[in-house]
């Protein structure tokens, strides 16, 4: 079987791992949700999915990370001004990716912040793991190609290697054994007036992880096996729905898509709803909305928040309804603050 060593070292043959080429590299990484999602792996080791995916970032939502090599026996992280002790998820599985690297006995000084809730089905390992390889691709000097470093980030987290974009992107399954034809592609498509609300529900971390979620669905889920011809039908209508700029058929298409995949974990076993009270009360209130006229859908992902989508001009009879919601312009270009 191929190993993550295995692609790493491919992908990395002649280049310098351990010697910086600048004091500290800066980046910044969106996070981005997931239109038709990604749900299934067919190589667990190589985070290969299942089924393409596409997804939209969410341009200042995302990730900022400072890399700099550190005289230190260990990897030093920081999350938001905090420094992450050796004993949590959030350090091992940082270290575990650089420890992918042939970095000869040097260590990394991390600092992350984040403009979104970490680990609350909001996709933060995807910006995380997208803007760490950019930091790293930046620190030692590689000029990898996005497709490469897409590549790269797919093997912290699967999601990720859509991160490396702005705007639409999608995510193609690929066929080959090692992954090399799995990697992000943006869509030249933008849809300005196009709008995604955060509501937040719950900042707690998830009580159990999609990968471990996804394998139970794939596993025992008796729906499982519809879903990547739904997948497969989903993004060719997608597609088509935002060349043509349909809201509707977007909105549609996404929220459907994502009800099917939290359908295929209901029926898991042991059964997975990251679903609060407050989801399903919401997801009413889109559907009362959508019958008196006004066009709003929902996606969600693993974790109990939505994330709506509307257009522009219906912002205010939406904000109205939902004060709490922060408002997302995926592709109003602005600095990520
Ligand atoms: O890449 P992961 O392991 O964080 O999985 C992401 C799964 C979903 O967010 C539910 C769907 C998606 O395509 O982003």
Partial sequence: MISKVDVVASLLKDKNCDTPVMPSASVFSPTNIALIKYWGKRNQELNLPVTSSLSVS??????????????????????????????????QRIVAFLNLIPRRNKFFMIKTRSTIPTAAGLASSASGFAALTTALDKLLGWKLTLTELSILARLGSGSACRSLWHGFVEWQE?????????????????????RVGLLIFSEQTKPIGSRVAMQTTVETSPFYPLWPSKVANDLVSIKKAIVAKQFDNLGFIAESNALAMHATMLTAWPPINYSLPETLTTMKTVWSLRRDGIPVYFTQDAGPNLKLLFLEENTNDIARVFPEMEIVEPFTRRPAA
Avoid: C, R
């Fill in 58 to 91: 969410l341009n200042q939502k995302g990730t900022f990370t400072e890399l700099s090599i550190i005289d230190s026996d260990h990897d030093v992280v920081y999350l938001n001004d905090n420094e992450i002790t050796e004993d949590t998820e959030f350090y």
């Fill in 174 to 194: 690929g066929k080959d054994e090692d992954g090399m034809d799995s990697y992000g592609q943006p869509l030249p498509y933008a849809w300005p007036e196009l």
